[in-house]
């Protein structure tokens, strides 16, 4: 199996951190890449940032339609251009929004997001709208880091328990899901530290839920809906 992996941002500043990341969590023998951006946005932390970032992503899932790969990971907690990419790919396409918010819903009631800034909070409610989950989102809680400035440190695991218990112990989540998939490997340091303090809950990792969902749609031949990702009609586009 080939994952294409796509960094809906410019510059290579985590290309190396996302090929590791993923590659700890596909099965043996699936083959990994990395492709980032030529034009858009340093980050997405806005629907300005979304908007830039979506011809350049879109591009890259055509270069994965002729490059033979088997699916396609968009390395964003927005989806950003998701719907867009199922209308051009046959392929098995998922950002890291949909895949963690329908792993959480299997293992509780209640989701709440930890997410970087208080910009991404409308996007993320658009979204649980636009996926018909809204009822089951219990809270989104910020860590006021910025993508660019996440890091494996001991600082953004002490942020995200921070705000993970207080959501546990005010009754607003069951199930965490880090809202962005920066957040690289701190998923079970985090679940860790809320089980020692007594707070027995699950920490979804964006990343892991992405892949291996991918994984498990090649394996079972799946595809998008053509009902519902209609091919766009011919026509002159100038990107």
Known sequence: MHLRVILPIIGDTFIEQIRS?????????????????????????????????????????????????????????????????????????????????????????????????PNVLPMLRSLARRYAIGERLGTIRVIDLPVLGLSHGDDLVDRLVEQAASAVCAGEADVLVLGCTGMLGVAAAVQERLAADGLVVPVVDPTAAAVLWLESQVRMRLTASRTTYLTPPAKERIA
């Open 21 to 117: 990341e993923v590659s700890a969590w596909v099965s043996p023998g699936t083959e990994v890449d990395v492709v980032s951006l030529d034009h858009g946005p340093a980050s997405i932390e806005s629907e300005y940032d979304e908007a830039l970032a979506g011809p350049g992503i879109l591009q890259r899932v055509e270069e994965a339609n002729a490059d033979g790969v088997d699916a396609i990971f968009v390395s964003c907690g927005a989806d950003p251009a998701i719907q867009a990419a199922r209308e051009i790919t046959d392929l098995p396409v998922v950002g890291g929004f949909e895949p963690a918010m329908l792993t959480a819903l299997t293992l509780g009631e209640r989701i709440g997001i930890l997410q970087v800034l």
